[in-house]
């Protein structure tokens, strides 16, 4: 007797033992069921823990017992197993020899001995601890009984630390999980895209049948997606998800159905065999904008309430993420639109142009054929240096050449073509289709290009319109000093070209916003040019620049790279 007694008290200090060392709560658990089942020197040690929301136990720990078992073992509160019984009264219970008593039908009628104990925490019970034998001839007595139940309030302290860490962890996992989802919607910009990717995640995790999801578009309800992991028995067509969703639409909170819900969807829900379903509307600032909903099929758990608010949550998080995504749409349309106008009225601006230079020039080219008809002329005439009268003609007919090309290539509409070219001979083309203009307003322009000068790497027909932009420009701003200086130099590095006028200048106030699209301080202006001239000096890989002076003139500095491996 003694013997026992040093046994039993040996085993509450290797429980202690165990309790007070440094190893996972799990393992802490299965180590007491082995020094349990060895000490009562049984064969089997197990500890039932109960799942409040469902009246379920499962094993969470144990010793003897094959894999098999312990994985799919269960019991129900006050169902008629001994763990269950046990888990109904929250009274312990020894059983001696055969089972026989009829009130624990479902117990293995081979087992010849069992003690079985509640695990507890106050009135609270939080699962069973059994010892047992099949084959051992063990009879168990009070003594046994009063030593698993000390046993079992030792352990009763771990099983509660584990089970907050297991809601410890599954918090912080869903806390993780709700900040992947956030950024995960927030960086999708497409509507569509988001709310087919958040109803098969809200599915998915939520352990669903099925979803879908629509958005209101201009008070329009429109399906966006479904995500059907397990098919419906009949149907679910997109005409009675419209249905539903306008119903979700009028309201901002949850609506939670099952068949016995007090509400028309119940009776889908009914022909459907849909055990139950969470929809919500999406919305941001007060403004619906969309609704989602997610099911479960036949004979399958409700939602718990910590499964609702998870929902919630997410219809949050993916209410401003669509706002913001449909204003990105929203802004992508507008932009393209004002893109189209601008394209629109700068090739009106350029027909403009053209026909304004197309007048000139005819006049321009009267000019050389006047003087060739008249040199021909001569020469019909036999004067004494037709080598003279010859290399006039060629001149002339050169520069007629010229007014024409720099016309056909400020007319075309090509896209963009980057090849090797010489800014001073655009330059010298500008100037000669801008010479009737100049002319006309009694322009004078002071020419200083430097010779030799590199070629740069650039389209021709956009270089052109810089320059017929930047010289237009300076002709309307000159006033009584009617003076325009165009130079060329190369520093090494880049071509810099400078055009300056005598004009008016630029006051400080505005000059930041001189290329903007549109920004104009002429009453018939456009307020294209500039913006103009800005994306095309980029386009080249050039830089802008522009300096003013009230009352005494503009100068604008672009810089083009001179290309490296030349
Ligand atoms: N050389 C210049 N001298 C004075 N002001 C200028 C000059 N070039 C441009 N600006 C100012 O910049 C504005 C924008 O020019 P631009 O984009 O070519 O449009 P627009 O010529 O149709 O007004 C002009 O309205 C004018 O106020
Ligand atoms: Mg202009």
Redesign the pocket.
């Known amino acids: 007797m003694e013997e026992r007694e040093r046994e039993r008290k040996d085993l509450i200090s290797e429980v202690e033992e165990i309790l007070s060392s440094n190893i996972e709560l799990s393992d802490i658990l299965n180590q007491i069921m082995k020094t349990v089942a060895c000490g009562l020197k049984s064969e089997v040690a197990s500890l039932f823990l109960l799942d409040e929301e469902t009246g379920e136990l499962k094993i969470e720990a144990s010793y003897g017992l094959p894999e098999e078992i312990v994985k799919n073992a269960r019991a129900k509160i006050g169902d008629r197993s001994i763990t269950g019984w046990v888990a109904k009264t929250g009274q312990p219970l020894i059983l001696n020899g055969e089972v026989k008593n009829s009130q624990f039908n479902g117990v293995n009628p081979k087992i010849k001995s069992a003690i079985s104990v509640p695990l507890k925490i106050g009135n609270e019970t939080l699962g069973v601890l059994n010892v047992s034998n099949r084959e051992k001839n063990v009879i168990f007595n009070e003594d046994d009984l009063r030593l698993l139940l000390s046993i079992a309030n030792h352990s009763a302290a771990v099983v509660k630390s584990l089970k907050l860490q297991k809601l410890l962890f599954s918090r912080t996992k869903k806390l993780k999980i709700l900040h992947q989802i956030s950024s995960l919607a927030n960086s999708l910009l497409d509507s569509n895209q988001l709310l087919s990717k958040i109803t098969q995640i809200s599915t998915e995790l939520l352990l669903s049948d099925g979803g879908f999801s629509v958005l209101k578009k201009d008070e329009e309800i429109i399906p966006i997606s479904e995500y059907i992991i397990e098919p419906l028995p009949k149907r679910l067509d997109k005409e009675y998800m419209e249905k539903l969703c306008k119903k979700v639409m009028e309201r901002k909170d949850t609506l939670y159905l099952t068949p016995d819900s007090d509400h028309i969807i119940a009776d889908f829900l009914r022909e459907e065999e849909i055990s139950c379903m969470l929809c919500r509307g999406l919305e941001s600032k007060g403004k619906i904008l969309g609704g989602i909903a997610i099911f479960r099929g036949k004979e399958k758990k409700r939602y718990s309430e910590e499964e609702v608010l998870f929902f919630n949550t997410i219809c949050e998080i993916v209410g401003s993420a669509l706002s913001n995504a449909l204003l990105y749409e929203n802004l992508l349309e507008k932009h393209s639109q004002l893109e189209k106008a601008y394209r629109n009225l700068y090739s009106y601006e350029k027909l403009v142009t053209l026909a304004e230079l197309a007048s000139g020039i005819a006049h321009e080219i009267n000019n050389p054929l006047t003087v060739i008809s008249a040199l021909v002329d001569m020469a019909e005439m036999k004067i004494e240096k037709p080598e003279e009268v010859i290399k006039k003609i060629k001149e002339e007919v050169k520069r007629t050449f010229r007014i024409i090309t720099g016309l056909k290539r400020l007319s075309q509409q090509k896209p963009s073509v980057q090849k090797l070219i010489d800014v001073n001979e655009i330059l010298e083309d500008t100037i000669l289709l801008l010479k009737p203009k100049l002319l006309s307003q009694k322009v004078e322009i002071e020419k200083v290009l430097q010779e030799d000068l590199p070629k740069i790497y650039g389209d021709e027909v956009q270089i052109e319109e810089i320059f017929i932009?930047?010289l237009?420009?300076?002709i309307?701003?000159l006033e009584k000093v009617r003076r325009i200086r165009v130079e060329t130099k190369c520093d090494g590095e880049n071509v810099i070209i400078k055009i300056s006028?005598t004009?008016?200048?630029?006051p400080p106030e505005?000059i930041n916003d001189?290329?903007k699209p549109f920004?104009?301080?002429?009453p018939d202006?456009?307020?294209?040019?500039?913006?103009l001239v800005k994306e095309f000096v980029k386009a080249n890989s050039g830089k802008i620049d522009v300096k003013?002076e009230v009352n005494k003139g503009?100068e604008?500095t672009i810089t083009f790279p001179v290309p490296h491996n030349l």
């Open positions: 932009n930047l237009n420009n300076a309307e701003a006028d004009g008016k200048g630029i505005i001189i290329f920004y104009t301080t002429k202006g456009s307020g294209i040019g500039l913006s003013s503009t604008f």
